[in-house]
């Protein structure tokens, strides 16, 4: 008798006991949670900040230098103008201060001096939420949430209904490989998305940023890790995306350059060059030693 009282307490002791292993672990990833939540924004906006409904997308960069805390100059003295619509190649080595650049436009950092301006505007007098709609970010290794595809593609916009995130996706190129999964747009994509290649991963990325329709592109090496049959279809993808919108591409492939109406270089967080590919000595082909590294 008393081994069959035993036996009947030993499963929820085993239970609990691996019930408290879990929990701590849940009680540190909320500890981390709210320090995070508990620190104070860097980057925080004005009383009288003014309300953005839709940018045109023209931006321009003046006399715009970044340092980090520990006064590392990151950027020094960059100036140039980008009418809206307009597709700007950005092209440098690793550490060379690209993604630092474009990070300033959706106040993700401010500068230490000059300004960044949205429409003639100064970026920081926009309200901050109003001011981060106008840009869609597709990066080099997407962020992907361990949920469904069709959650992951809504995250650019909770709102939309299920016919628009299945546009989005028909437009990345994205729907047929979705169909594909046996949970179709309710499959789980696991942590950061492990359960999907990559360039798999990139079409969820691209297929958010059609979804979001906003009228400033930011494409930071969005096929640089992918291979080239992959790299086919999202440059396809890519290009009906960045119709009518002002886009940045942060990339080092040439073909993914090839199309752009303005070509930066920056080396060592300086501007040495600035071409426009139809303007004489501008053709791609005759600056890949100096703009493509």
């Given at each position: 008798?008393?081994?069959h009282?035993?036996?009947?307490?030993?499963?929820?002791?085993?239970?609990?006991?691996r019930?408290?292993?879990?929990?701590?672990?849940?009680?540190?990833?909320?500890?981390?949670?709210?320090?995070l939540?508990d620190?104070?924004p860097?980057?925080?906006?004005?009383?009288?900040?003014?309300?953005l409904?839709r940018?045109s997308g023209?931006?321009a960069?003046r006399?715009?230098?970044?340092a980090?805390h520990?006064?590392?100059?990151?950027?020094h003295?960059?100036?140039?103008?980008?009418?809206?619509?307009?597709?700007v190649?950005?092209?440098?080595?690793t550490?060379?201060?690209?993604?630092t650049?474009?990070?300033?436009?959706?106040?993700?950092?401010?500068?230490?001096?000059?300004?960044?301006?949205?429409?003639?505007?100064?970026?920081?007098?926009?309200k901050?939420?109003?001011?981060?709609?106008?840009?869609?970010?597709?990066?080099?290794?997407?962020?992907?949430f361990?949920?469904?595809?069709?959650?992951?593609?809504?995250y650019?916009?909770?709102?939309?209904?299920?016919e628009?995130?299945?546009?989005?996706?028909?437009?990345?190129?994205?729907?047929?490989?979705?169909?594909?999964?046996?949970?179709?747009y309710?499959?789980?994509?696991?942590?950061?998305?492990?359960?999907?290649?990559?360039?798999?991963?990139?079409?969820?990325?691209?297929?958010?940023a059609f979804?979001?329709?906003?009228?400033?592109?930011?494409l930071?090496e969005?096929?640089?890790?992918?291979?080239?049959?992959?790299?086919a279809?999202?440059?396809?993808?890519?290009?009906?995306?960045?119709?009518g919108?002002?886009?940045f591409?942060i990339?080092?492939?040439?073909?993914?350059l090839?199309?752009?109406?303005i070509?930066?270089?920056?080396?060592?967080g300086?501007?040495?060059s600035?071409?426009?590919?139809?303007?004489?000595?501008?053709?791609?082909?005759?600056?890949?030693?100096?703009v493509?590294?």
């Open positions: 008798m008393g081994g009282y035993l036996r009947q307490l030993y499963a929820p002791l085993k239970t609990l006991g019930k408290s292993a879990s929990l701590q672990g849940h009680l540190a990833g909320a500890e981390r949670g709210f320090a939540l620190r104070t860097e980057v925080t906006e004005r009383p009288d900040a003014r309300p409904h940018a023209a931006i960069y006399d715009v230098s970044f980090y520990d006064d590392r100059q990151v950027l003295d960059i100036s140039f103008g980008v009418p809206a619509g307009a597709r190649g950005i092209a440098g080595r550490g060379a201060g690209k993604t650049l474009v990070s300033l436009m959706a106040r993700f950092n401010d500068p230490t001096s000059g300004a960044v301006l949205l429409d003639g505007l100064d970026v920081r007098d926009f901050l939420e109003d001011l981060r709609r106008q840009f869609a970010v597709v990066l080099q290794e997407p962020v992907l361990s949920t469904s595809i069709a959650e992951n593609i809504a650019a916009r909770p709102d939309a209904a299920d628009d995130i299945r546009r989005a996706a028909r437009l990345a190129n994205a729907h047929d490989f979705i169909l594909g999964l046996k949970d179709g309710q499959t789980l994509v696991g942590e950061r998305g492990m359960r999907l290649s990559g360039g798999e991963r990139q079409r969820i990325s691209l297929a958010r979804l979001k329709d906003a009228p400033i592109l930011i930071d969005p096929t640089s890790s992918v291979d080239v049959k992959t790299e279809g999202i440059l396809e993808a890519m290009e009906r995306l960045m119709h919108r002002t886009t591409i990339a080092h492939r040439l073909n993914t090839v199309r752009c109406d070509l930066l270089n920056i080396e060592s300086r501007l040495v600035r071409l426009r590919p139809s303007e004489p000595g501008g053709e791609l082909a005759h600056t890949e030693v100096n493509i590294r």
